[in-house]
Structure formats: C-alpha cells, structure tokens
C-alpha cells in the first residue's frame, strides 16, 4: 500500500502503543499529530474501546499544551482528505498566529513570531501522561 502514514519515515514520536503513535509535528511550534496504527480511514471504524482510549489520549495532549505553551485555542482536527489513513491534528494556536482565525490549512496571512519552548521538555511531559 501507497500510503504515507503506513510506510512513515523519520517521524519524532513522542509515545505509542498498539493502537497510535503520537508524533512531534516540526511545522508548527507544539503541534502533534496522533496517528493510528492500522490503516483505517475513519473514525467509527475504531471499536469502542479504541475510539475511548484515543478521545483521552487527545484530552491529555490537550491539557498539556494548554499547560506547557498556553496558546489562545487549540485546535483539534481530523481531515484525511490527502491520506485517508486516520490521524488526528492537534494545533497550539495563538491569536496573530499566521493563519489566525483560520485553520492552519488555509493560506498564510501574516509572520508570526511563536513563544520560545523547550521541545524536549514539552515531549517529556506529554510521554509522562501515557
Ligand atoms: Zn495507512
């Protein structure tokens, strides 16, 4: 299979398990990106159990953030229009932010300086929730 997030390469992962991966996202100062294991494309195809464990996987990556990089908003997204292999976008956004109030997928609109953080801390502290 041709699929990017099957055959993923050089990916900085935080944390995983038999069910996802929880990957460091270079684009965006925070942004982490959690991605099944198996190549689903959507959401109900996890049993129960799966869709609760990585609904509270989300949450406590979330609250991290908030915590670590205090951001205005976070976004949380699942598109998978380019690679229908589940994977969930978690975004620190702040207001001014390139592309604020839209999401990180639209054009730019303006450069933004983002808050300096210690990255390595910051994946210290999401793995310590897991
Ligand atoms: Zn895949």
Redesign the pocket.
């Known amino acids: ?1 041709n ?1 990017p ?2 055959n993923a390469q050089n990916e900085d992962i935080i944390f995983e398990n038999t069910l996802f991966r929880i990957i460091l996202v270079d684009e965006i100062p925070g942004y982490i990106r959690v991605i099944t294991q198996k ?1 689903i494309k959507e959401f109900s195809e996890l049993n129960d159990n799966e869709a609760i464990e990585l609904t509270l996987a989300i949450k406590k990556i979330e609250k991290t953030m908030l915590k670590f990089l205090n951001p205005d908003k976070i976004n949380i997204a699942s598109l998978g229009n380019m690679v229908p ?1 589940l994977h969930i976008h978690i975004i620190p956004r702040y207001k001014n932010d390139p592309w604020w109030p839209n999401a990180t997928f639209c054009e730019k609109l303006r450069n933004f300086q983002y808050p300096p953080f210690d990255k390595e801390k910051y994946k210290k502290e999401i793995k310590s929730c897991f």
Do not use: A, F, I, V
């Open positions: 299979m699929c997030l099957c190549h292999h």
